[in-house]
């Protein structure tokens, strides 16, 4: 058996005998001590105290597909195709990935609990403790190949936080091109992985992941400053922040489909967390100084530099603030 179950009566944080549990997945009490073993390796804070039982500390807030469901407005449902919630995979893109191969890409989503090969822009890899985070990819579907997908990345960015705003959470600001900042420190990042046919139809991977509760894990493999919801704003109910992750990511997908990243331009730029200020975008091994001057229409960061102005798009470049 998979741990789902288990985990399902210990996500209360509430003391569970080892004879109720076992009753419970109608399992003997060695069997529980052997799962209970198995949970180690996902780094859940699991006490155990004599002739009280085993609880996991603090609980679990664990995702639900049928809650999500629940939550969303009409027409994100309307939009949503197959939806999955995995307790443990290497990454939700791959997921997708595979959900295209068979047959079930158009509008499919999936989300969770933890991934084993986690990875971010440029192959880094993406911390990913158990029930903590949002690990989320949908499968976009564009009919005008590569050439439509200008500004994709930041339209996601944008949705992120969208959704950030519609729960009260203030002070997320975006950073060209990929990453959702607050108060200088990263709080989510987008992943976008195309298949299909680059001059035709083609299928998008969005991949969006969003700290929600890092205060308990190992974090010192993060090599950036970062932040997360809990420390910003207190525990949130993980169901409620993906399905209104979810709600706005169909209604950017919407608008960028009918409209191109132009449309979104204007309210992108007020996210900024660059704008006017000084920055250095590194080219591979070279380094460019100037200052930023927001996006143009294609999403291309533009950069006044002593040479004049220059447009960067994407690619291996990544920004800090000189």
Request: proline share 3%.
């Amino acid at each position: 058996m998979d741990n789902s179950a288990l985990l399902t009566i210990l996500a209360d944080g509430d003391y569970h005998s080892g004879e109720e549990v076992g009753l419970r997945l109608g399992i003997s009490r060695a069997a529980v001590w052997k799962q209970l073993h198995k949970l180690e390796g996902l780094e859940l804070p699991i006490e155990s105290v004599k002739g009280r039982g085993y609880r996991i500390a603090g609980g679990l807030d664990l995702l639900s597909v049928d809650k999500i469901r629940g939550l969303l407005p009409e027409a994100a449902i309307s939009n949503l195709g197959d939806f999955d919630v995995f307790p443990l995979i290497d990454s939700t893109n791959d997921a997708a990935a595979e959900a295209i191969r068979n047959g079930r890409g158009r509008n499919y989503c999936c989300m969770a609990e933890q991934q084993a090969a986690g990875r971010g822009r440029r192959g880094r890899d993406w911390q990913s403790p158990f029930g903590r985070n949002i690990y989320m990819s949908m499968v976009w579907e564009f009919q005008s190949g590569a050439a439509a997908l200008e500004g994709l990345s930041l339209s996601v960015g944008l949705a992120v936080v969208r959704a950030l705003i519609a729960l009260g959470i203030s002070g997320a600001g975006l950073k060209w091109p990929n990453d959702v900042l607050h108060e200088n420190k990263k709080l989510a990042g987008i992943l976008l992985e195309m298949q299909g046919d680059p001059a035709g139809l083609c299928q998008v991977i969005v991949g969006v992941g969003l700290n929600v509760d890092l205060t308990s894990c190992n974090t010192d493999s993060i090599t950036q400053p970062w932040t997360d919801l809990r420390t910003i704003v207190g525990p949130v109910d993980r169901n409620v922040l993906a399905a209104t992750l979810i709600a706005e990511l169909y209604a950017v997908q919407g608008e960028f489909t009918r409209d191109g990243f132009e449309f979104l331009r204007q309210e992108w730029c007020g996210y900024d967390v660059f704008a006017g200020k000084p920055v250095r975008v590194q080219l591979g091994d070279k380094f460019i100084e100037g200052q930023a001057r927001g996006v143009d229409s294609g999403g291309g960061l533009v950069v006044d530099t002593p040479e004049g102005k220059r447009v960067f798009r994407g690619g291996e470049v990544s920004l800090r603030g000189a």
